[in-house]
């Protein structure tokens, strides 16, 4: 029979037994649900918990904006959290436009600086991953964004992730609420530089459903205002913000106003709706005239074509060259931005019936529509998408200052290519003027893409702490 001792021994031992076990049990719940345990080794010193999660420093700079933001990341959640950001945007109001080596000057002079700031407001915070915008953009103002990062990722030893700025506009739209899209998912993306329809199958499958044959959607506007006599920074919002001014009497009376020729109407403006034309379309079925779906007549691509809008308000200005008064100023600015966002539905429209005369399912399963990009801030496109598409299924509208380039959609992207890709950038990465979304990795092994070891991944997302 055990003494006393030994069995008190016994007891202590299984307990103790229990106890690892069950404080293992524990920590691995804890792990799956982002959160972590620390006990105190002294005596006296209180049990403590805390979410497991990462930072991540974004910066982006692939035109006049220069952006920083610091994200906070649970490995257990898609969506991060939005410690703070910040943007600074490079004054080209009195330039007539952007000219590449001011951007590339305020960059320089402005993004340590901003950073030196903003990291001092945020304690110093050494980020777990850095994510830079690599591509598309001007080479010069991506560059000085691109050098500090990797500087950045050396002194502090953390992974770089060269992001796709394009991806940025439209993984941005996760932070939707409550409900975030899932692939597969369609994208408008509109702004200065770019105007694509996409259809997105996963982070890295991405095909091009509509694409620009001239200049972008934000471009066009930007500078058909700057012909009617606005001044700023960012003439499509102003043009906006004019419009709405206008009585909605008016309004209805320009909309009514016919301008396919100049004889038409009083003002005598000819602007029509481009790639209308016989060529560029034909009925599916010519015996059905009630229900004419178009399709194109050999099978190219579906574009955009936005240069003819500026076209036809330079043109009216040759013949008019008075000063403009102030009612017709308000019929042009109307009718710029109505009939360039009848353009954008009637494409994708264009674009959904040909598909769907084909029957080849490209859109099976698509239930999420994202509209994102600078343009995308604008009310009234927001408005006519919603209403005139013929599209049925959920639309996301990223909130308005996210429209906008910004770091918190790069640090997003990155975030999402370090996780759902496992990869990160090699430190000589170049950036890329022109890099199409469908191109996001090259198969040969060029694009300057690295798999994240296990051991690596575990160190950034503390998914082993």
């Not at 951007?103 to 320089?108: D, G, M, R």
């Not at 990465?429 to 296990?454: H, Y």
Request: proline fraction near 4%; include cysteine.
């Amino acid at each position: 029979m055990p003494s006393s001792k030994q069995s008190d021994h016994c007891i202590c031992s299984s307990s103790y037994v229990f106890l690892v076990g069950f404080s293992r049990m524990f920590r691995s719940t804890l792990r799956r649900r982002g959160l972590s345990i620390t006990f105190g080794r002294r005596r006296g010193l209180p049990i403590t918990f805390g979410r497991r999660t990462y930072k991540v420093l974004a910066i982006e700079s692939s035109c006049d904006d220069s952006c920083i933001a610091l994200l906070e990341k649970s490995p257990s959640s898609r969506i991060p959290e939005i410690v703070d950001h910040v943007k600074t945007t490079l004054n080209s109001s009195q330039t007539g436009g952007i000219i590449p080596t001011d951007a590339h000057s305020h960059h320089q002079a402005s993004l340590s600086t901003t950073l030196q700031d903003f990291l001092a407001r945020n304690q110093n915070t050494k980020p777990d991953l850095i994510c830079c915008t690599r591509g598309p953009g001007m080479v010069g103002s991506l560059s000085a964004g691109l050098q500090l990062a990797k500087g950045l990722a050396i002194a502090w030893s953390v992974p770089l992730i060269g992001v796709h700025h394009m991806l940025g506009h439209i993984l941005v739209s996760i932070l939707s609420k409550p409900n975030p899209p899932k692939y597969p998912f369609l994208s408008l993306l509109c702004s200065g530089g770019h105007s694509i329809l996409v259809l997105s199958k996963s982070i890295n499958d991405h095909r091009i459903i509509i694409n620009t044959m001239d200049i972008a959607a934000g471009d066009s506007l930007d500078k058909c205002a700057r012909e009617l006599g606005f001044k700023g920074n960012m003439l499509g919002k102003e043009l906006e913000v004019y419009i709405n001014t206008i009585p909605n009497t008016d309004k209805k009376i320009f909309q009514a106003t016919n301008t396919s020729d100049r004889s038409l109407n009083d003002f005598g403006l000819k602007m029509t709706l481009p790639l209308k034309k016989a060529k560029h379309r034909q009925h599916r079925d010519q015996k059905d005239k009630e229900n004419p779906i178009f399709i194109s007549s050999n099978n190219e691509p579906i574009k955009f074509a936005f240069s003819g809008f500026l076209s036809s308000v330079r043109g009216y200005r040759e013949h008019n060259a008075d000063e403009l008064d102030e009612y017709t100023k308000q019929f042009l600015a109307y009718k710029i931005q109505e009939m360039l966002f009848d353009h954008i539905l009637d494409r994708i429209n264009f674009a959904l019936d040909r598909h769907s005369a084909a029957g080849d399912d490209l859109f099976k399963g698509v239930n999420d529509f994202i509209f994102s990009g600078g343009v995308a801030a604008n009310k009234r496109l927001r408005t006519k998408l919603s209403e005139d598409l013929k599209y049925k299924g959920n639309f996301h509208f990223p909130s308005l200052e996210l429209c906008t380039d910004n770091a918190i959609m790069i640090g997003i992207a990155g975030i999402e290519m370090f996780e759902e890709l496992r990869l990160r950038s090699d430190l000589s990465i170049l950036p890329i003027r022109k890099w199409p979304l469908d191109e996001l990795r090259q198969m040969d092994g060029s694009d300057g893409w690295i798999n994240v070891k296990e051991e690596e991944y575990e160190r950034v997302s503390k998914s082993n702490h």
